[in-house]
């Protein structure tokens, strides 16, 4: 597989951050957190150019931290990002536009006091992609393609709705005509009615721009929906990767199977997204991974081996990886 985006051996940590209060709490004696979260640890993937590669895993396992690494927002503790052979960020600075990032609050990531054209403009006209003079001309055309009337490139973020604020937030990034795009939960605020139209949107312009994408989704629906492979991450490190079709239907890692097993309901909406629930139980700090397999005090197939080897991510069937020491076993039940 050629791999057009390609992250190899990325790892991020954040030191504790202490108030004022609690550090001086800590000079004293008392007891304050002061170790560092492993938000993502030794992560490397790759995705083909025009494809879309699904993110999920339960909240905090270090979804959002992976899409800015890749981004180029934050800079890595270790390993590196690269988009066809250049690296996205040097010295701890991002030194591309060719990956762009499209999030899950729309009205937290515009201006409140900046018309949506301007916002849109600034960027492109920063780095040459068009002129101050042909601004409103180049930004009317990508509200066009977002399906946003181009009469509208005057008015301000509040006059819209949650989904036509997306859909600003999406021209916006297309704006700056990046190979790579990153969408961290970009249909979560949105009501359901509304999700499948900016989904749909999402595919129609991918498919027309011959887009790179990362899609993070706690929703296993919508990933399975605009992906053509899956990450599934555990306490941030990746524990299987495959083609959807595989890892949704026959999962080789008992936390994948557990995620996408858990089924208590099923929401079929208007435009037959199923909508699956999230995983019961705890998730357990990353301040203090189990040692081991991270999973393996969930885990019903765990083993003495689990609770001492962290197991490396291999090739399991069907063209995919999976970190578990017993991969195999876990296909046989199906
Ligand atoms: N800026 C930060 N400072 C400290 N800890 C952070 C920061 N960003 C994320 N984390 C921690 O890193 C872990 C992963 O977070 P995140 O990447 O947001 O997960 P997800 O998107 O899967 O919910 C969490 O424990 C979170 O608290
Ligand atoms: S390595 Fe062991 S504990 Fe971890 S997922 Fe596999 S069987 Fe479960
Ligand atoms: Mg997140």
Known sequence: MSAFLSVANVSRSFGP??????????????????????????????VRKGETL???????????????????ILPPSEGTVQIDGAPVMQGGRKVTTRVQTVFQDPFASLDPRMKVGMTVAEGPIAHGL???????????????????????????????????????AIARALAMQPDVLICDEPVASLDVSIQAQIINLFLQLQRDLDLTCVFI???????????????????????????????????AHPYTAALFGSVPKLVLDADELVHFEPIEGEVPSPLSPPPGCHYHPRCPLASEVCALDIPPLRDVREGRVAACHHAEAQLQRY
């Open 17 to 46: 951050n202490l108030t004022t209060g609690e550090k001086i709490a800590a000079r004293l004696g008392a007891s304050v957190e002061t170790r560092h979260v492993q938000a993502v640890s030794g992560v490397s993937l790759t």
């Open 130 to 168: 068009t002129t101050k003079a042909q601004a409103k001309a180049y930004v009317a055309e990508w509200f066009g393609r977002v399906g946003l009337d181009p009469a509208w490139v005057d008015r301000y973020p509040h006059q819209f709705s949650g989904g036509q604020r997306q859909r600003i």
């Open 54 to 72: 699904g993110l999920v895993g339960e909240s905090g396992c270090g979804k959002s931290t992976l899409g800015r690494l890749i981004a180029g």
């Open 217 to 251: 989704s706690h929703d296993l629906s919508v990933v399975r929906h605009v992906s053509e492979r899956v990450a599934v991450m555990y306490l941030g490190r990746i524990v299987e990767l495959g083609p959807v079709g595989q890892v949704f239907e026959r999962p």
